[in-house]
């Protein structure tokens, strides 16, 4: 007969096991510190060089469960850093041949739905992994994290997205983002603000509507005074020219 310590003594044992591994970003923590400058620019033509700590990334992402993650935060955070990766190791290995393939429709459609990249025993698009895995979370800040290589883009973070500090880093880029005159402008006289197309792309993910992205705007920029219900939007042409140092 089985004793009852037996059972005390195993249901120990598996409570003690030690929690999944968290993924290790260093590829990517070393690719954004030593090419991405300050201003958010990538210098691609030298990370050519040296891309053996991405790929090293990109092939242990090809292995790693997601899903394993403690947290909503810790989800969210990874897959900010798959997609910001990807893009990097992309356009890294295929520089300068198709360093303008964004300015193309047809070649940024087929980049963005049709090329795949290993991740988590599959292969997934970037517009997968964007729709699905990272604005299926309902955070629109997102928008000012991801980085698509375009000079319209919000500038890349040189720091590795994390669940421990994920609030704050959503807090900076998107201030950040908003602060710039690229992409956002009041014109108070005219009740009018001119904006990034992110928002007209993603208006569902700022509240659906025009004026629901004008409440945004005036919640997180309170000295413009901007009048959602009275105001109306605009919108700068978008720059698909790649975001490398010129």
Request: hydrophobic content about 40%; aromatic content about 14%; some cysteine.
């Amino acid at each position: 007969m089985i004793s009852r310590r037996y059972f005390l003594a195993a249901a120990w044992a598996f409570s003690a096991s030690p929690a999944p591994a968290p993924f290790d970003w260093k590829g990517l923590a070393h690719t954004l510190n030593k090419y991405v400058t300050a201003d958010g620019k990538v210098r691609y033509g030298d990370l050519k060089q040296d891309l053996e700590p991405l790929r090293a990334t990109a092939a242990a992402l090809a292995k790693f469960n997601p899903e394993s993650l403690p947290s909503r935060e810790a989800k969210l955070a990874h897959w900010i850093n798959v997609y910001n990766t990807f893009i990097l190791l992309s356009f890294a290995e295929d520089y300068p041949e198709q360093k303008n393939r964004l300015k193309n429709p047809l070649k940024r459609a087929a980049y963005f739905y049709r090329r795949k990249f290993p991740v988590a025993g599959g292969e997934r698009t970037l517009a997968d992994i964007e729709d699905n895995s990272i604005r299926s979370m309902g955070d629109p800040r997102i928008h000012f994290a991801i980085v698509c290589a375009s000079a319209s883009c919000p500038w890349l973070s040189r720091t590795v997205y994390d669940a421990a500090n994920l609030e704050k880093q959503l807090e900076t880029e998107t201030n950040r983002f908003l602060g710039q005159s690229r992409n956002v402008t009041v014109d108070k006289v005219r009740r009018t603000a001119t904006v990034s197309e992110i928002f007209k792309w993603f208006r569902k993910d700022f509240g659906g509507s025009e004026e629901a992205v004008l409440r945004f705007l005036a919640n997180r920029l309170p000295s413009h005074a901007i009048q959602p219900s009275a105001w109306k939007l605009r919108y700068f042409d978008y720059d698909w020219s790649i975001n490398d140092v010129r």
